[in-house]
């Protein structure tokens, strides 16, 4: 690279710096107050794009006042809908566990895309350039568009008024002290449900102002929210949760590597030629993991205590009551009736219902007893699929071979990834579980010659006796009934005691020599093998193995699944995977906004009952028919 | 002024108070006396509104709290200072005052910063450092500034003398005092008899999450055998 590339990319990372710290500075702002997680913070960028090309449009295309005008409105839009979401919505969950937060937040992504989709529909819109900053500037030979060189000065001039508002302003120095200790800034009498309301305004004006700007940078598409939401994580993880300049800074590193990686073009190493453009999207989840191994709380960032676990008083699991076995029988029972009369589409669905079971089951045991919430599941189920895939087409195995080593694969996967993850704990835990995950997905989608890369991988049939759609609902029934069978004997096993004893209280655990962290990694590796059995089965039943199934939307659908049904028992999840896969497939055939009444339904279930349905059937039921449930 | 009947608290299972009644009287100093984990920042939590209580009457210048949250608590004049102290490590002196600052109020003694620093000299010295570099003794004396910012009409102070040395202490035990002559109302919590009686009007003991004497300060420092059965270690 001559040293004028290296200026031009320099200046490239800087003119991206200024929309990812936007986005990461709100969602920073607002989980430093409120401590939520805001799923929903990239769809505010999303339709923070969205209006300003409406704006534009409405404006006409050639004024600057109307650029810049709808570009402010768009901003302050969506600071208005950010008050609408946190009066309607989240005033109502402050209370609850934090990852019930987190799913109502993710309930307003599905419900935002769709209310997009509806309104802009599903084409890409290309906004316009900005009026009067069409040219580009002479760098040493090569050219700069003008509107990078304002974006340039953008990021550093809001980061310069946010300072200002913190530091020299009321309303800021309650904000910072909310932010190490709202319980106490409400015990001197600051209201903090107004507090509250402020920052996520404001956040979900940055965010908006964020993706506004970014018009004449990239179109308007329905893919946005997700993306930028995963690119503002790494950027708070990475820049340390609540700190404003470790946002720039975070937003800055990040950037810098993109631009690079994609300014260096493709490499020679040791003869063979490696494209670092494909390192992009890996790039930022490298750094945040390594960031939060080295440096858990961010660069910028302090130590802070966070809640270790989903469930709020944790109860006693007792081993199932008598009511409660005999459920279990019955419902076994039908199962196995059931094939004779039930046709082909039924099975189909129960198959997929068997195989997200297993997943949540796995999930429930890693979150619950293990005490380590991960954003990344997906990883390990996507590892068994294409695992199995790979060794029935490109080593030539056996079909029953394939499958029966799809858990060995899994389980491989969360060994090598649970080694790290172990050391963390919390969010900090959950957000390194996502960059594996991304990592793996990154790794997958690109390396096109061995896994297909974009196109997943096809062909992958079962042997010819599994042919038979009831003999697959058989097999998919033994295989993932044994395994819920297995992972109910794990928890209830002194190993699972282990576990519990040291989520409640790492420091006990500790004193009496119990080492938790090797509990832990052990629980890691198994909950992988039994997600990489899932994956393996998946892919058997369809048939084919696409890379959206390590993806962040299945991670997400596991832990709805999880929380579905309360993070609390094992019977939990099996239901909430029960209600979610049928949701998923009966609303997709009924409407093409399936995913707004997905969404609803799971904004509607966290506001109904905070503690999940099988939580809520529990607290109704007399304690002795509940026990075990 | 401050009126506590037959309360009844709870951590998830474990009844931590029950049946606990206190009452402070408008200008005078009331101590909460009781062993490690009796129940007494329990007790201060559930008036201010950080624990619900289970059952029970909390009653502050005529009027029901219990129930109210945290912030309208405070803004009716009722301040409290932590045992923990919670000072924002990351704001300086003067941020910890604003943070505590509210509209004066009638009845209730006007605070401004200037005048707290007259009342903790120390901390005028310091208005610009972090709450994280101050030492103990100078954290506890600004969590009681901050609170009297909000011009409280009645404060709570969980054992304000724990962890100070035996200097601090006596200081302490003087800003009391003022705070009294300046019309305050203060409900104390405490282990250290000794402080307590060199402050408190009366006392009310509590051991187990249960009221075991209440009395004028003067009468408990006449009965040994409460005393030794409740107090000492
Ligand atoms: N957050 C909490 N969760 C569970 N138990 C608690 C909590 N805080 C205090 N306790 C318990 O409640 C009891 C009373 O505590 P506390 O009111 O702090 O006592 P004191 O202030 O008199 O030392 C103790 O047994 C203590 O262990
Ligand atoms: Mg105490």
Redesign the pocket.
């Known amino acids: 690279m001559s040293f004028s590339a290296i200026v031009i990319q320099f200046l490239n990372g800087l003119a991206g710096t200024s929309s990812l710290f936007l986005v990461a500075a709100g969602l920073s702002l607002i989980f430093g107050v409120s401590r939520i997680v805001n799923f929903a913070h990239g769809s505010f960028y999303m339709v923070g794009i969205y209006l300003a090309y409406s704006l534009i449009e409405y404006f006409g295309r050639g004024s600057a006042l109307g650029f810049w005008g709808a570009i402010l409105l768009a901003g302050l839009g969506v600071g208005l809908i950010g008050i609408v979401v946190e009066l309607v919505l989240l005033r109502r969950i402050y209370q609850a566990p934090e990852l019930f937060q987190l799913l109502a937040t993710f309930g307003l992504v599905l419900v935002i895309k769709d209310v997009a989709l509806w309104i802009w529909g599903a084409e890409e819109l290309f906004g316009p350039r900005a009026p009067g900053l069409r040219g580009g500037i002479e760098i040493m030979g090569r050219t700069l568009p003008e509107y990078d060189a304002i974006l340039i000065v953008i990021g550093p001039v809001i980061l310069g008024l946010l300072w200002l508002l913190l530091t020299r302003t009321r309303w800021g120095t309650l904000v910072r002290a909310a932010t190490q200790d709202r319980e106490m800034v409400g015990a001197l009498g600051v209201n903090q449900a107004w507090l509250f309301t402020s920052v996520f305004a404001l956040g979900a004006f940055l965010a908006g102002l964020g993706g506004a700007l970014q018009i004449p940078r990239e179109p308007a598409n329905l893919l946005l929210d997700v993306t930028v939401i995963g690119d503002a994580f790494v950027v708070v993880v990475v820049g340390g949760m609540g700190s404003i300049p470790g946002a720039f800074l975070a937003a800055f590193i990040i950037s810098q590597i993109k631009a690079f990686c994609i300014g260096i073009g493709t490499v020679e190493v040791f003869g063979a030629s490696f494209a670092m453009s494909k390192f992009t999207l890996v790039a930022e989840f490298v750094v945040m993991a390594i960031v939060l191994v080295v440096r858990p709380w961010g660069l910028l960032g302090r130590p802070q205590a966070m809640p270790r676990h989903a469930g709020a008083a944790e109860e006693r699991i007792s081993l199932a009551s008598r009511p409660l076995s005999m459920a279990a029988f019955a419902v076994l029972a039908i199962l196995i009736v059931l094939p004779a009369t039930a046709d082909t589409y039924t099975l189909v669905l129960l198959v997929d219902i068997f195989v997200f079971a297993l997943f949540a089951a796995s999930l429930h045991l890693m979150m619950g007893p293990g005490g380590m919430v991960s954003f990344g599941h997906a990883a390990y189920f996507g590892l068994g699929a294409y695992g199995a895939g790979l060794l029935l087409l490109k080593a030539g195995l056996p079909m029953e071979l394939a499958l029966a080593l799809s858990p060995l694969v899994g389980a491989l996967g969360a060994l090598i990834f649970g080694w790290f993850v172990v050391r963390l704990s919390g969010v900090y835990l959950a957000m390194l579980t996502l960059a594996f995950a991304q990592i793996t997905w990154a790794s997958v989608y690109q390396w096109d010659e061995f896994t297909g890369g974009s196109n997943g991988i096809v062909g992958v049939w079962p042997a010819e006796w599994l042919t038979s759609k009831t003999v697959f609902y058989f097999m998919t029934l033994l295989l993932c009934g044994a395994s819920l069978w297995l992972i109910r004997r794990i928890i209830h096993a002194p190993f699972g005691y282990t576990l519990r004893a040291g989520r409640d209280s790492p420091l006990r655990a500790d004193s009496i020599g119990i080492d938790l962290r090797r509990h832990q990694w052990i629980a890691f590796t198994i909950v992988g093998a039994f997600a990489g059995l899932a994956g393996g089965i998946f892919a058997f039943s369809k048939g084919s193995i696409s890379p959206e199934g390590l993806a962040i939307p299945r991670s997400v659908d596991g832990l709805v699944m999880v929380l579905l049904g309360g993070v609390q028992t094992l019977t939990g999840p099996v239901v909430g995977a029960a209600v979610f896969t049928w949701l998923q497939d009966e609303v997709a055939r009924q409407t093409e906004y399936w995913r707004a009444l997905l969404g609803l339904t799971i904004i509607g279930l966290v506001l109904a009952f905070p503690q999940g349905i099988v939580g809520f059937v529990k607290a109704r039921l007399p304690a002795r028919l509940g026990g075990g449930l | 002024m401050l009126r506590v009947a037959g309360l009844h608290a709870y951590y998830g299972q474990a009844h931590i108070l029950s049946d606990v009644s206190l009452e402070g009287n408008a200008g005078e100093v009331v101590v909460l006396l009781g062993r ?2 009796a129940g ?3 007790t201060l939590k559930s008036i201010i509104g950080l624990v619900r209580p289970a059952q029970g009457e909390i009653t502050f210048e005529g009027r029901r709290i219990d129930g109210l949250s945290a912030h309208r608590i405070a803004r009716l004049g009722l301040g409290y200072v932590p ?1 923990e102290r919670r000072i924002f490590t990351d704001l300086t002196v003067m941020e910890n005052l604003e943070v505590g600052r509210q509209p004066s109020r009638a009845g209730a003694p006007a605070w401004s910063p200037d005048r707290l620093f007259r009342l903790f000299p120390n901390l005028g010295e310091m208005r610009n450092r972090p709450g994280g570099r101050m030492s103990g003794g100078e954290q506890q004396m600004l969590t009681i500034a901050r609170t009297l910012m909000g011009n409280p009409r009645c404060i709570l102070l ?2 304000p003398s724990e962890g100070l040395a035996p200097v601090i202490v006596e200081q302490m035990a003087a800003t009391i005092r003022e705070l009294k002559q300046e019309g305050l109302s203060v409900v104390l ?1 405490e282990q250290n008899l000794h402080f307590a009686a060199s402050v408190a009007d009366r006392a009310t003991i509590i051991e187990k999450g249960r009221i075991r004497y209440t009395g004028s300060m003067a009468e408990l420092q006449a009965n040994d055998a409460i005393r030794a059965q409740y107090l000492t270690v």
């Open positions: 490690n984990g007494k920042s329990t045992e969980d054992e919590s």
